[in-house]
């Protein structure tokens, strides 16, 4: 099982990012999925998570609108948009599976985003 992270980036206050996750060795539609941060200092947290089928979502309370999460089990693939990026943003992005109905899950490996002037 390996998750990869991709897109992270150095990027100006109100800039945006797109990041994404490629998944390989499971089948990515029996997952649920999220994305979770971690700054410098402070504990990772969630930034937000998909169903399996995409049809549900959730976001942290700090997102406020600003990000998107999508999936493309087709393709193994999940995907955050993220705009109006602020220097709280700053953080390492990972991505996050958890076989649905287990405690089983898997980590990729994180990509950095910096959001500075």
């Known amino acids: 099982v390996k998750l990869v992270e991709s897109g992270g980036d150095a990027v100006q206050p109100g800039g945006s990012l797109r990041l994404s996750c490629a998944a390989s060795?499971?089948?990515?539609?029996?997952?649920?999925m999220g994305w979770y941060r971690q700054a410098p200092g402070k504990v990772r947290e969630l930034v937000t998570a998909?169903?399996?089928?995409?049809?549900?979502?959730t976001y942290g309370k700090f997102v406020r609108g600003r990000f998107t999460i999508s999936r493309d089990n087709n393709n193994s693939s999940m995907h955050l948009q993220m705009n109006s990026l602020g220097p709280e943003d700053t953080a390492v992005y990972f991505c996050?599976?958890?076989?649905?109905?287990?405690?089983?899950?898997?980590w990729g490996q994180g990509t950095q985003v910096t959001v500075s002037s």
């Open positions: 996050n599976a958890r076989q649905a109905g287990t405690v089983i899950e898997y």
């Open positions: 060795g499971m089948t990515c539609s029996a997952q649920t």
């Open positions: 998909i169903s399996t089928n995409g049809a549900s979502t």
